[in-house]
């Protein structure tokens, strides 16, 4: 199976801040790599597909880039509403698998 | 509008047989190309991926769980199901149903509607 890694785990940031998480996979998967967005209590909910489109509807301070085996979500100024958990996906193998998730939190 | 709702048991004794439904409405299950997938959330961790079905009936599954999952797709009710056989505590989680669409432009899979969750407890 490929193993997605996120880096950091958890993070703590302030409203107006830029953000970026880091997603890397254990083998190339092309631009195979979608981010979604998690509240407590909430299903998850697509942000980026296919590395750096973004999806109808979201915000346009979420940006994805990468290929390959590592990928990044910046966040450009963090909105209250954006304190959440991101995971990333890859969907190259038919075997998909998640990052296991960061955490972002108002410090 | 294309909708998700998962249903089903709350609570499944050890060794049994958990069962849940997801139920697709404001589009038909068999239009599109869409795989509908499971997954599943123990409380405070990460997501993991269960399995999908297409509606022509391939599937793909976790290799962790294959041997316990079957997915299936009922179109007349357009309604996928997921059972997992001798289930233990470590099964409890809430389960989500999703739409993974298929984007021609860059041959990617994402899945961009989820049900609300349902969870699911494993207890005596």
């Known amino acids: 199976d490929i193993q997605m890694t996120q880096s950091p785990s958890s993070l703590s940031a302030s409203v107006g801040d830029r953000v970026t998480i880091t997603c890397r996979a254990s083998q190339s998967i092309s631009s195979y790599l979608n981010w979604y967005q998690q509240k407590p209590g909430k299903a998850p909910k697509l942000l980026i597909y296919?590395?750096?489109s973004l999806q109808s509807g979201v915000p346009s301070r979420f940006s994805g880039s990468g290929s390959g085996t590592d990928f990044t979500l910046t966040i450009s100024s963090l909105q209250p509403e954006d304190f959440a958990t991101y995971y990333c996906?890859?969907?190259?193998?038919?075997?998909?698998?998640f990052g296991q998730g960061t955490r972002l939190e108002i410090k | 509008q294309v909708q998700l709702q998962e249903s089903g048991p709350g609570l499944v004794k050890p060794s049994q047989t958990l069962s849940l439904t997801c139920t697709v409405s404001?589009?038909?299950?068999?239009?599109?190309?869409?795989?509908w997938s499971w997954i599943r959330q123990p409380a405070g961790k990460g997501l993991e991926w269960i399995g999908r079905?297409?509606?022509?009936?391939?599937?793909n599954y976790n290799p962790s769980l294959k041997s316990r999952v079957t997915i299936s797709v009922d179109t007349s009710k357009n309604q996928f199901s997921l059972k997992l056989s001798s289930v233990t505590a470590a099964d409890t989680a809430v389960y989500y149903c999703?739409?993974?669409?298929?984007?021609?432009?860059?041959?990617?899979?994402?899945?961009?509607?989820w049900g609300k969750g349902t969870t699911v407890t494993v207890s005596s």
């Open positions: 404001g589009g038909s299950i068999s239009s599109g190309s869409y795989y």
């Open positions: 079905i297409y509606t022509s009936g391939s599937t």
């Open positions: 296919a590395a750096s």
């Open positions: 999703a739409r993974d669409r298929y984007d021609i432009l860059t041959g990617n899979y994402y899945m961009d509607v």
């Open positions: 996906q890859q969907s190259y193998s038919t075997r998909v698998t």
